[in-house]
Structures are given as structure tokens and as C-alpha cells.
């Protein structure tokens, strides 16, 4: 039989915070997104407490006693190391591996003999807990939607120890299960879909499982064909183990205090564009198309402005001098003075691979000087890997960032910086 | 020239509605010129869609000499000659992080502060390894939390039985764990550095 883990973290970005500030330990813990606007991961305390995720964290500050609730912005590169740390330690349990999101991962179990899944599981989440200081629960059984599930129950139900192993289960203690969990929790299936369904009296995973597939895929589509087959312990999935380079890359952030100033958005955009070019060059794609977005707070008391344009490039391109010389062509086009400016973004379009990349018949651009660039994009990514990002960076991105996001409580960057490592006695 | 062949309705895509958002006309192309050309006219079209602008007519006339910077870059040359006897046995050079790092992804770093360790060799501002993949036993330098705080001291284990964390200053008190203590081993130190200058 077929066996897929899920390892998935429990409060992800809580629980790394936890780990290197033992303060916060059973305290009700959120984490906030970007300019500290809403919650992104929240403690067992914290959802005790009833703070919903994604719920704007101003809104909801002053119901809570001073010291009750600890709200820190988010700090990427902590989340970042922690993630790839326990990534890594999954590759000792399993060849094959799908990192499917920053604290989730599927592996193949498939083959191990008759080895004890579920005791394995339990040596997984040992083993991480251990390294890392991260709780994890793990899912197994024989398709990746059916591992979603079992996680699901590791997570939920106490008895599972946090593992939970479909495949150990005989169908006669599996179905009841199945029919405990509505159909929203099936991956795959969002909140509009699962309306419909349960028009045709689906309601629970059960249901579903044992609905006919053929009426289905015509009723619907065949993606709700393939979810029944999983259902059914048939993989449709596989486990991608190199994710697929992405069709569009976007860098948007809102500004820390609001921007007037042409120079200000220009800075801001330059930088963007930077890292969208840096995250296209690491898939090895190239962009089409640029497309850049200006924009005034819509809820703000004051007349609002939001502009966008796309430009293709003369030839595929990832150069970040290319892109940039681009976008900031395209904010000077859009720019408009007096407005207070809140967000800015950038899209690189229609990401083609290094191998696809078609040149321009009659632009002057030789394929030796598109040679010089890669080499030079590659320096560039070397040095500023090496002694950290913004290094090496383009002067238009300026010195200063006034506008950078706000981010008042950061936890210190104990992983990534030699002033920050935690300290003791 | 080109002429309307759409002139009537008929069946098919309505007149000017193509990718190119303007009439065509059929054309004869070298076989062997195909993928350029098509390459050409599917990236024509992108950039007429709508919402787009001819970037590329702007750059070509605006900016066309800053587009590409000429760049002193110098990559390595390779001599020829006579090879080296010594290729057969390069080593990889002694690396201080693998002398200190047993198991990379369970390894952190923490900034020694006070001088509870004093007599251990571990002195403010240096920097301790800290592995949790290590089981800690009996006499092992340990980084643990008490009560909330982290701590660096030698393990040991009581008369009844309780770890007792030791200092290695005669000027600190030993730390009795006892019930109802919160105390964790956070990770086991397996070494140290300093910098002098």
C-alpha cells in the first residue's frame, strides 16, 4: 500500500517565537502580517482567547488587559531558518519529499516494508521537537487529500498523539471518522464549492467519498472527480518534488508611514522590483511583461488614486537593471503629485524558463550581452547571499526607506545575526 | 499593401478581433526561420494587449545606449601548461564550522553574558554551540530554562534525585530544580568561541 505523510507545524511562526523566548511559553501569543495589520499565527492561548485568524489586530487590542495578549510582527528570516531546519531533518526520514508551504511537507513512505508507520510518525515528530523546539503533527495515508485529513485529525483529536494513520485504520473505524469532518475540510474544495455539494446532499467527507464519481465530474468538474478518487485511497496527486517555477511573480508592500514624494515611490518600487527579479532569477524564469501598481489608502478621509500599467519587454529578461530602468519608467507615467500614497507593487508577467527564452528578431540586445547579464545577475545574487540582501543593491533604491513597513515588535533575529543570538547567564 | 479579405460577415473570429488586435494577411516564411518569427509575433502581441505599452519602440529611441552598460567585468582565465602534480591530491581545507557543527540543522548559537562559567573557560561575549540533537547526561554543560530564563550551567543530579544545575564560580549558587520548577533542557553546549581582535 501506498503511504504519504503530511508533516505540518502547529502555529508555525507562535511556536518559533516560543522556542527562542521561553517567556511565551502557554502565554496567548499572535503574530502580526506585514505593517503589523493583521494575525497570522496565533498560539493555543491566543485562539483560546477566540482571536480569529487574519482578524486586523487595531480592532481588536482594546478588549484585551494590558500583558494579556503579546503581539509581535512578523520576523521572516527567523521563520525562514526555522523552516528550512525542519525540512531538512525530514530528509533523513524519507528520499522523497514535497515541501508543500513554509511549515507543511509530504513525504513517501511507500516501500518501507512492514515498518511501523505510525511509530515512525511518532520518531518524525520527535525527532523535530527535539532539534527544533517546533510541535509538529503528522498525517499518513495513501493519498496526499486522505494525509491532509489524518493531520487534520492528529491536530484535533488528543487521542492521536498527533499522529494519525489512516492506513492502520480497518474502513469499518475509518468511515465514521470520515463522516465526523464536513466535505470544507477536504483539500481542494473551498466554501463555494462545498455549497453546491451539499445541495446534492454531500455534507460530509464520508459523502463524498462514497458519491458517484461519474455524476459528479459531470455535475461539476473533473478536479471533484480526481478528490473522490483520493478519497478512495487512489493517488491522483503526486508528490511534486521540485515545485513547478511560478507563472507570475509579484512584490507588493504597503508603506510604513504614507508617501508623497515621486522619490519615495521610486525607492520603494526599485526595491520591489529587486526582489521580484532576485526571485525570478532563483527559478531560473525570465518576465515578459512588468506590470507596476500605485495606490492611495482607500479608507483613508481622503481623495484616493490608484494607477497600474503593464509594459512588455523587448526580450524575456530577469536583469534587475532592465526591470527596474522599467518600473520606475512606468511610476514616473503614473505618478501624480498630492496624493498620500499607501501601497506600491510590482508583477513580473508571464515567467518563461532560461531554456524557452525566445530573443528579439530586430532588438538590439545580442545574446552576448544577455550572457554578461546573467553573469552579472549571478554575482550580484552570490555576494548579496553571502553577506546578507541589500548588500550589493541598485542606487535607486535608496539609503534610508523612510517608507520601509513598520514593525515595531520584531523578535530579535537570533539565527541570522551575531548581535542578536539569544543571550544567558 | 495589405487588403481586407474580411470584408463580409462570415463564420469564424469577428474582424480585428485577433491577438494582434489588427487585420492579417497570410504570408510564406522559411521553414527554418519558423520559431523565430512565431516567437516574434507571439511577443508582438503580448505587447499590444491592452493596458500595455510599446515599451520597446521607448527604449529603442529614448534609451537605447543606456540599456546596455558596458561593465569591467573580468571572469577567470585559464593558462595552459603543464598540469600540476598536486591535482591528484587536493584536500578540502580545515573549515572551523565543521570542526564545531556535529549536526548542522540542531545547532544554535548563544552569547554567553555574566560569569557564572567563569571556571569552565566561558567568559561574556563569547559564543557557546548549542546542539539539541545531543541527549544531555550527567556532567554535560548545558543551556537550560528556568522559570523563563535561559541558563548555562553544568548539569548534575541531586541527593534526591533532582537535577541540580551547577555554576563554575565559586561566587554563584547552585540551582536546585524542585517540584513545581519550570525547567527545561533547552540543549546540550559542545563548545566555544572567542574573538580577541
Redesign the interface.
Known amino acids: 500500500m501506498t503511504a504519504i505523510a503530511l508533516i505540518d507545524c502547529n502555529n508555525f511562526y507562535a511556536s518559533c517565537e516560543t522556542v527562542f523566548n521561553p517567556k511565551l511559553k502557554d502565554k496567548a501569543v499572535v503574530i502580526l502580517s506585514n505593517n503589523d495589520g493583521c494575525c497570522v499565527s496565533r498560539s493555543d492561548a491566543a485562539k483560546r482567547l477566540g482571536i480569529k485568524m487574519g482578524a486586523p489586530w487595531f480592532q481588536m487590542k482594546d478588549q484585551f488587559k494590558p500583558g494579556e495578549v503579546i503581539a509581535l510582527s512578523s520576523n521572516y528570516a527567523l521563520y525562514a531558518d526555522a523552516s528550512n531546519r525542519v525540512m531538512n531533518i525530514l530528509r533523513q526520514f524519507s528520499p522523497d519529499q514535497e515541501t508543500y508551504s513554509v511549515d507543511e511537507a509530504f513525504i513517501s513512505m511507500s516501500g518501507f516494508g512492514n515498518k511501523d508507520l505510525t511509530r515512525y510518525g511518532q520518531d518524525i515528530k520527535a525527532t523535530i521537537l527535539q532539534w527544533t523546539g517546533l510541535p509538529v503533527c503528522v498525517g499518513i495515508a495513501s493519498t496526499k487529500t486522505l494525509a491532509k485529513l489524518a493531520n487534520h485529525c492528529a491536530k484535533k483529536r488528543p487521542e492521536y498523539a498527533g499522529v494519525c494513520n489512516f492506513n492502520a485504520l480497518p474502513i469499518p473505524s475509518l468511515n465514521p471518522i470520515l463522516a465526523s469532518l464536513p466535505i470544507n475540510e477536504v483539500w481542494g474544495i473551498g466554501s463555494r464549492l462545498s455549497a453546491k455539494l451539499n445541495q446534492f446532499g454531500i455534507h460530509t467527507v464520508l459523502d463524498l467519498k462514497q458519491a458517484h464519481s461519474r455524476t459528479l465530474r459531470d455535475k461539476f468538474s473533473v478536479v471533484v472527480a480526481k478528490i473522490i478518487a483520493e478519497l478512495n485511497g487512489i493517488a491522483c496527486i503526486n508528490l511534486e518534488q521540485v515545485a513547478p517555477p511560478k507563472q507570475n511573480i509579484a512584490s507588493t508592500r504597503s508603506f510604513g508611514i504614507p508617501v508623497t514624494s515621486i522619490e519615495s515611490l521610486m525607492e520603494s518600487v526599485t526595491l520591489y522590483t529587486s526582489r521580484a527579479a532576485e526571485k525570478a532569477r532563483a527559478q531560473h524564469t525570465h518576465a515578459n511583461s512588468i506590470s507596476v501598481f500605485i495606490q492611495t489608502s482607500p479608507f483613508a478621509q481622503l481623495p484616493y488614486y490608484g494607477g497600474s500599467l503593464t509594459v512588455a519587454l523587448p526580450s524575456p529578461s530577469n536583469d534587475t537593471r532592465l526591470l527596474v530602468k522599467t518600473a520606475l519608467w512606468i511610476v514616473k507615467r503614473l505618478y501624480k503629485p498630492g496624493y498620500v500614497y499607501q501601497k506600491a507593487g510590482v508583477l513580473l508577467n508571464d515567467l518563461v524558463p532560461d531554456e524557452g527564452r525566445q530573443a528579439d528578431l530586430f532588438f538590439d540586445v545580442s545574446e552576448a550581452n544577455h550572457a554578461q547579464s546573467t553573469k552579472l545577475m549571478a554575482v550580484l545574487d552570490a555576494i548579496n547571499q553571502r553577506y546578507g540582501r541589500h548588500t550589493l543593491k541598485l542606487g535607486s533604491e535608496g539609503f534610508k526607506a523612510p517608507w520601509k513597513m513598520k514593525q515595531n515588535f520584531k523578535s530579535p533575529g537570533y539565527t541570522t545575526n551575531w548581535d542578536e543570538l539569544i543571550r544567558a547567564s | 499593401m495589405t487588403t481586407d479579405i474580411e470584408e463580409k460577415a462570415k463564420p469564424g473570429r469577428p474582424k480585428g478581433r485577433n491577438a494582434y488586435g489588427e487585420s492579417t494577411v497570410p504570408l510564406r516564411i522559411p521553414k527554418s526561420k519558423v520559431t523565430?518569427?512565431t516567437?516574434?509575433l507571439?511577443?508582438y502581441a503580448?505587447?499590444n494587449?491592452p493596458?500595455?505599452?510599446?515599451?520597446?519602440e521607448?527604449?529603442?529611441q529614448v534609451?537605447?545606449p543606456?540599456?546596455?552598460?558596458e561593465?569591467p567585468?573580468y571572469?577567470s582565465k585559464v593558462s595552459a601548461g603543464f598540469p600540476s602534480p598536486c591535482d591528484d591530491h587536493i584536500a578540502k581545507r580545515l573549515n572551523i564550522h565543521d570542526y564545531l557543527v556535529d549536526?548542522?540543522?540542531?545547532t544554535?548559537?548563544?552569547?554567553?553574558?555574566?560569569l557564572?562559567m567563569r571556571d569552565a573557560g566561558l567568559l561574556p561575549k563569547d559564543?557557546v554551540v548549542v546542539d539539541?540533537?545531543k541527549n544531555a547526561n550527567i556532567g554535560n554543560i548545558i543551556?537550560a530554562?528556568v522559570n523563563?530564563?535561559?541558563?548555562?550551567k553544568q548539569l548534575t543530579l541531586g541527593k534526591n534525585g533532582h537535577p541540580v544545575l551547577l555554576p563554575a564560580n565559586p561566587d554563584f549558587k547552585a540551582i536546585e530544580i524542585k517540584d513545581g520548577m519550570?525547567f527545561?533542557i533547552?540543549g546540550v553546549v559542545t563548545g566555544s568561541i572567542r574573538k580577541y581582535a
Open positions: 523565430q518569427i516567437g516574434y507571439k511577443h503580448l505587447k494587449r493596458g500595455s505599452i510599446d515599451f520597446y521607448h527604449i529603442r534609451s537605447a543606456e540599456v546596455s552598460v561593465l567585468l571572469s549536526q548542522e540543522d540542531a544554535f548559537l548563544v552569547t554567553v553574558t555574566g557564572s559564543v539539541r540533537s543551556l530554562v523563563g530564563e535561559f541558563t548555562i519550570d527545561e533547552w
